[in-house]
């Protein structure tokens, strides 16, 4: 079958825990044994943001990967920390927020056109325009998600938002003007309203998967 390496985390000596986004069944936790050996050809096609054929054994927990095969690495990506920074940004989005066993075509096509579109850029090495695809494939995530908010007026109360302080609640999968905020107590303040700046989506990936994204922070720190 067909995955995307999303996450990798050493289990022993020798072992890995392994996330992958598979086209037929989404995403799954595997394992794979004995790929941290010094000479593991399984390993070295198990590289995050690969896309590999593999096959899986049932295990005692999760199922084992056998004879795992690169089809693509996005090498150009790895090479440069910016590009890399951007698509290590969705692999964690996906890992954090995605459950389990739920097959989305819609999710595994952009995930194999993201990196097909970040390699590209990894070849003009222009900030400006990784920054431009960077915000416009978070807006195409939360579409896909169907968590795009109404930026119009507040979920709660229906008043036209004309503050430029708002906020998300991922509970209600809407916003809020600055006095429901006050009075609920719950959501996350959004810096920036403008739909294309990134700060919105930002804000509703980290309220769905309710802990930091940290590859932000990153991004924000190679990409100025």
Not at 51 to 78: M, Y
Not at 82 to 95: G, H, L, Q, R, W
Not at 187 to 212: C, E, K, L, P
Request: with cysteine; hydrophobic share 40%; charged share 20%.
């Amino acid at each position: 079958m067909e995955a995307l390496v999303i996450k990798k985390q050493a289990t022993n000596e020798n072992d890995q825990i392994v996330t992958l986004y598979t086209k037929d069944f989404g995403k799954i936790t595997t394992v794979a044994r004995s790929s941290l050996k010094n000479n593991s050809i399984q390993g070295m096609h198990l590289d995050v943001l690969n896309l590999i054929e593999c096959d899986l054994v049932e295990g005692r927990g999760w199922p084992i990967i056998t004879g795992a095969q690169s089809i693509k690495t996005f090498s150009n990506i790895k090479n440069d920390i910016k590009t890399m920074s951007v698509a290590y940004y969705f692999t964690e989005i996906v890992d954090k927020i995605f459950f389990e066993n739920e097959k989305d075509q819609s999710l595994w096509d952009f995930l194999n056109k993201t990196f097909e579109d970040i390699y590209k850029f990894s070849n003009l090495d222009n900030d400006d325009l990784l920054k431009d695809l960077f915000k416009v494939k978070k807006i195409e995530l939360l579409n896909i998600l169907g968590y795009m908010p109404n930026l119009n007026n507040c979920s709660l109360c229906s008043k036209s938002l004309n503050s430029k302080t708002i906020a998300y609640n991922v509970d209600i999968n809407g916003v809020l003007c600055n006095n429901c905020f006050l009075s609920s107590g719950s959501g996350v303040i959004m810096r920036d309203t403008d739909i294309y700046s990134g700060g919105i989506a930002d804000s509703v990936f980290q309220s769905m998967s309710r802990s930091q994204i940290y590859s932000t922070k990153l991004i924000a720190s190679v990409l100025k």
